[in-house]
């Protein structure tokens, strides 16, 4: 690469390597990611008051407001895109979603291939040979099971071992079905 490398100046004439907490890093200045992490130092080495923000516009009213109505970031101090009053408007629209279509539990129309399952702790679950619409499918290659929503991942590998006796749960895939 040579000596072509340049470093972005720093608010108080602070070297790149003085402020910076990592020190194994400095190489990286010289293997292409120096743009990167000069920017990060810039931002990392400005001291508070010299970051001034007087408004800022939101994302989906397009509005210019000023700072105070937008919300921060609690861990990175990040200063959020939308105002608080739209931030309100979509959690109650989000709200007001979920409210009037409940996420479904059962599906709509009774499977009548379904056939139960006990597990050896007496929990009980529903299963079939055909597919299910939304459902869960286990499979081995050599056998298919199909579960109703709400069956996770390792419910499903647990009772197909039961089911099939197959000793253990390695070499079961479970995908949902669309």
């Known amino acids: 690469m040579g000596n072509s490398t340049k470093f972005v100046r720093l608010p108080n004439s602070i070297s790149p390597f003085q402020s910076f907490p990592f020190f194994p890093l400095r190489d990286f200045f010289y293997r292409g ?3 990167t992490l000069a920017a990060y130092l810039n931002i990392f080495c400005m001291k508070k008051e010299q970051i001034k923000f007087e408004a800022k516009v939101c994302t989906k009213c397009n509005v210019e407001k ?7 970031h609690g861990k990175s101090l990040f200063i959020l895109n939308q105002c608080r009053s739209c931030e309100q408007e979509i959690a109650l629209a989000r709200a007001h979603a979920k409210k009037n279509n409940p996420a479904p539990t059962e599906p709509a129309t009774p499977i009548s291939s379904t056939f139960t399952i006990t597990t050896k702790k007496g929990k009980e679950f529903q299963a079939s040979l055909e597919p299910i619409p939304v459902g869960r499918k286990a499979t081995n290659g050599e ?10 991942r390792d419910e499903a590998r647990a009772i197909f071992v039961i089911r099939y006796n197959c000793g253990s749960m390695t070499g079961i895939s479970t995908a949902v079905v669309e």
């Open 33 to 35: 990611i120096a743009r």
């Open 66 to 72: 000023p700072i105070s109505d937008f919300r921060i």
């Open 143 to 152: 056998h298919t099971l199909y579960f109703l929503p709400g069956t996770t």
